[in-house]
């Protein structure tokens, strides 16, 4: 239904997809002017941030495309209108990823894919079957464990009622903080984005076994292709937390 409603006006359909993929690309434009003053950043180059950036960008697109509207689990809480929700024979999930579903979130799937797409032109990649594979897999895997944190965050807006802006801390700024190298950052959050919010998995590991380059925490190789076991181990326990979190669930009582 939101679809079609969307389709009706095609023009403001056009002009609302590519706004967002212009302001989205002005965190890549920020990285190009970086680059007009250093040839390296935490010894990657801009092709190399570019792979980093495009993976990231396209997963996220996907996920927010999918779940991003369950940011607003925590007003319906608070208004009372998740309640029409629960009367229904669908799935609350679904319905709210549904409700004023936003097809203009495309844009930062293409720009995210364009820029990856780029990238993969320019870095000096010594392809084989395994990393030819890899590329698909850390996209649709890294949008899967996007998905997890937002599931899990609109779990956690069952108990802490205003809390959009932590689940978006988690999945806005894990996607600025992945368009970086993670030799930027102390070992401390690498270990905290790879054992506790396994955002790592999402584009670093599985880009610097593309690129050839160790990880900076010493793990093996064969750790790059384990993002889709960690995007379903993720999502088991925030699927659970989101039962949960419904269950608590006790109206307004107006």
Do not use: C
Not at 77 to 100: C, E, F, H, K, N
């Amino acid at each position: 239904m939101w679809i079609r409603s969307t389709m009706t006006y095609r023009m403001s359909f056009f002009l609302s997809m590519t706004g967002n993929a212009a302001l989205t690309l002005l965190d890549f434009v920020a990285i190009f002017i970086m680059f007009s003053h250093v040839e390296v950043l935490g010894g990657f180059t801009l092709s190399e941030i570019a792979l980093l950036y495009g993976s990231s960008s396209a997963s996220l697109g996907f996920a927010d495309l999918l779940l991003g509207n369950t940011f607003r689990v925590g007003a319906r809480v608070r208004d009372g209108s998740l309640d029409t929700m629960l009367v229904r024979p669908v799935p609350v999930l679904a319905q709210i990823a549904a409700d004023r579903f936003a097809l203009r979130r495309l844009g930062r799937t293409g720009q995210g894919l364009a820029v990856l797409g780029w990238a993969l032109s320019a870095v000096d990649v010594d392809w084989t079957a395994g990393k030819v594979l890899l590329v698909p897999v850390m996209v649709i895997a890294g949008a899967g464990i996007f998905g997890a944190v937002m599931v899990a965050g609109a779990a956690f807006q069952f108990v802490a009622g205003d809390a959009a802006e932590v689940q978006n801390s988690f999945t806005y700024g894990g996607n600025t903080m992945l368009q970086y190298p993670p030799t930027v950052f102390g070992k401390e959050l690498v270990r905290a984005v790879t054992f506790i919010v396994p955002l790592a998995f999402v584009n670093w590991l599985p880009a610097l076994h593309l690129l050839g380059r160790p990880d900076p925490l010493g793990l093996p190789e064969w750790v790059a292709y384990l993002s889709p076991l960690v995007a379903l181990a993720v999502f088991v326990p925030a699927s659970l937390a989101w039962r949960a979190g419904l269950r608590t669930y006790r109206s307004t009582g107006s």
